[in-house]
């Protein structure tokens, strides 16, 4: 049976949507990963969000794989569709999207609830409108700090950040702090067919741009 959320917490919930602020985009909104990255995902694994199968990324061998921490209650929550049609238009051409719910961002507000309660939140309140996501979600977990999900530490080791900024510090709840730190909920990373991190988007960038960016990648990979 389908869990559902209490009317009565729909209207804050909302509300802290409407008030998730993030950091100012930066001029660039992607950056290229470095040349010698050392090891790959494969070597990784998660639990997904109902929390029945753990998944080793090896097995996304061969695929173009997009990873992006996610989060129900946020500004940018309505980048959630468009993953799902960005996963629709590039599936034949071996893209994958995974989503990793977070809730380190802004007064740590973006996803309080459960792993169970995610799902329903984004059916019934943000996006809502039956919205269902059409791409792997796996467990709530943390993407900065000493308890951070080890295949974010890969992924943001092999990549810098498009920002130097890392934000106001009331906005940052996680020790250590690192330069190549996630800043927000929604920024992604994209992974070649042999494990590797390709690029790296800051939360801002718009789907569209992230799009465009891998179909020329594509292109090119295509032509060598």
């Not at 792997?136 to 993407?143: A, H, N, R, T």
């Not at 999900?149 to 943001?156: P, R, Y």
């Not at 992230?210 to 990648?217: A, G, H, M």
Request: positive net charge; contains cysteine; aromatic residues 12%.
């Amino acid at each position: 049976m389908t869990a559902q959320l209490p009317a009565s917490s729909l209207f804050p919930l909302l509300l802290v949507g409407v008030m998730c602020t993030n950091p100012k985009p930066p001029e660039k909104v992607k950056m290229d990963c470095y040349k010698d990255v050392k090891g790959t995902i494969y070597e990784y694994d998660a639990l997904t969000l109902n929390g029945k199968e753990h998944i080793r990324f090896k097995q996304y061998a061969g695929k173009h794989v997009l990873f992006v921490n996610v989060a129900t209650y946020c500004g940018l929550t309505a980048q959630y569709p468009e993953l799902n049609a960005l996963q629709d238009e590039l599936k034949p051409w071996g893209l994958v999207v995974l989503g990793f719910p977070c809730n380190q961002f802004g007064t740590r507000n973006q996803e309080p609830g459960e792993n169970s309660e995610i799902l329903p939140g984004l059916k019934y309140v943000r996006p809502g409108r039956g919205y269902v996501p059409n791409f792997q979600l796996f467990e709530k977990g943390d993407v900065n700090g000493k308890t951070e999900q080890k295949v974010f530490s890969f992924l943001k080791l092999s990549c810098p950040h498009p920002s130097e900024v890392l934000g106001s510090f009331r906005h940052i709840s996680w020790e250590p702090v690192k330069v190549h730190d996630i800043r927000w909920n929604f920024e992604k990373f994209l992974v070649g067919p042999n494990g590797v991190p390709v690029m790296r988007w800051f939360h801002q960038a718009p789907i569209s741009t992230v799009r465009s960016d891998i179909l020329e990648y594509l292109k090119q990979l295509k032509t060598k």
